[in-house]
C-alpha cells in the first residue's frame, strides 16, 4: 500500500471511530433522558399512594410496574424503608406483611435504566408529628439542592460534602458516614466515584460526562448503619471464576440472571416469577459459591428515624443537567 492510500485509510478509520463515538454519546444521552422522564412519572405516580395502612408489598409492585409501563427497566428493586431502616429493603420471596403505620417515616428509593444507563432517584414521606422530625425531610431535600448547585467539572465531591454535612448538621441532624451519593455506570448503579456526606471523606473529581446520583441521608440517631442479617436483594458477582454448582436450580437461576440483569441488583421475589420451586436454596448456594453477592439491609440503631433524598445529575461543560 502506498504512503498516500495509507494515510487516506488512516483518516477514514480514524473518521468512522470519531461517529461511532458521537453515536455512543448521543445514544447515552437519549437513554438517561429517557430513563429519568420515566423515573419523574413514576415519583409522581406514586407518591400520593403512600399512606397509611399500605401494605409495602403493594407500592413496591406498582411502582415496579408503572416502570415497566412507561418503557423503562428496573435498574434495582424498589426499597421501601421504614423508620430507623436505611437502606436496601424490598419485600421478601414471601411477603412478611409490612405496612405503613401511624409515626412511620417512610422512604422510596427507585432506579431506571435504559439500555443500561441508569438514573437514581429516592424521596421521604413523613407520617410522624413528633416535633423532632418536623425538618428531616427538608434537610435532606436542601442539601440535595446545595449540592447540586455546586456540581461542575473538576469540583472534588469532597467539597460538596462539606456542604452537606453543614447543612445537615444545621438541621440538627446527622449525615449517614456509610452512605453517600456515587457516580453510575452503564450497568453500574455504584459507579467508582463517590459523593460522600462528610468532609472529611474521599472525594473524587466530577468530570464532565459523568453521571451522579446526589443522594443524601439525614438521621436523628448516630450517623452510623450496620449490615442486619436480612437480604432481599442480590447481585451478580461478574469476577468470580467457574465453580461447580450442585442444584440444578442454581444453574437456572444464574442462566436467568445473566441474560436478564447483567451486573444490576435484582430481587429474588423477581425469581419466583421464573422459577416455581428452589430459588431459596438456589439463591444460598449462589452467594456460598460468591457467584452472587448479597444486600443486607442496612439499619440505623433502633429509635432513630432516617430521611432520605436523591437525585440524578449529569455534569456538562458548565455545570451540571438535573435527569430526574
Not at 2 to 12: F, G, I, P, V
Not at 86 to 97: C, I
Request: glycine residues 8%; charged residues 30%; proline residues 3%.
Amino acid at each position: 500500500m502506498t504512503e498516500d492510500r495509507k494515510s487516506t485509510s488512516n483518516k477514514q478509520k480514524k473518521k468512522e471511530e470519531i461517529e461511532k463515538e458521537q453515536e455512543e454519546q448521543l445514544h447515552k444521552l437519549e437513554s438517561l433522558k429517557k430513563a429519568g422522564n420515566i423515573a419523574k412519572e413514576v415519583k409522581n405516580f406514586i407518591k400520593p399512594k403512600i399512606k397509611i395502612g399500605k401494605n409495602a408489598l403493594e407500592i413496591i409492585e406498582i411502582t415496579e410496574s408503572k416502570i415497566v409501563e412507561l418503557g423503562g427497566a428496573m435498574a434495582f428493586p424498589v426499597n421501601l424503608s421504614l423508620n430507623h431502616i436505611a437502606a436496601h429493603y424490598t419485600s421478601p420471596l414471601r411477603d412478611d406483611g409490612l405496612t405503613i403505620e401511624d409515626n412511620d417515616l417512610v422512604k422510596i428509593d427507585l432506579g431506571v435504566h435504559i439500555d443500561g444507563y441508569i438514573v437514581d432517584t429516592a424521596f421521604s414521606v413523613n407520617f410522624n408529628p413528633d416535633p423532632s422530625l418536623e425538618n428531616i425531610v427538608q434537610a435532606t431535600e436542601v442539601a440535595v439542592d446545595a449540592a447540586k448547585m455546586m456540581a461542575k467539572p473538576n469540583i472534588n465531591t469532597r467539597e460538596i460534602g462539606k456542604k452537606i454535612e453543614s447543612i445537615i448538621k444545621g438541621f440538627k441532624y446527622n449525615p449517614i458516614k456509610e452512605l453517600g451519593g456515587h457516580q453510575t455506570e452503564r450497568w453500574i448503579v455504584h459507579g467508582k466515584k463517590a459523593l460522600p456526606e462528610l468532609g472529611n471523606q474521599k472525594g473524587d473529581k466530577m468530570e464532565e460526562g459523568d453521571v451522579f446520583a446526589v443522594e443524601i441521608f439525614a438521621s436523628t440517631g448516630e450517623g452510623s448503619v450496620h449490615l442486619t442479617k436480612n437480604s432481599f436483594i442480590y447481585e451478580l458477582n461478574p469476577y468470580s471464576g467457574r465453580v461447580p454448582l450442585r442444584r440444578k436450580t442454581s444453574k437456572q437461576i444464574l442462566g436467568h440472571v445473566n441474560k436478564n440483569y447483567k451486573t444490576l441488583p435484582f430481587a429474588e421475589r423477581w425469581l419466583a416469577k421464573e422459577f416455581r420451586m428452589g430459588v431459596a436454596f438456589g439463591i444460598q448456594e449462589l452467594v456460598q459459591q460468591n457467584k452472587l453477592k448479597a444486600h443486607y439491609v442496612l439499619a440505623e440503631n433502633k429509635g432513630a428515624y432516617v430521611a432520605q433524598s436523591e437525585e440524578t445529575i449529569l455534569i456538562t461543560e458548565d455545570g451540571f443537567e438535573q435527569l430526574t
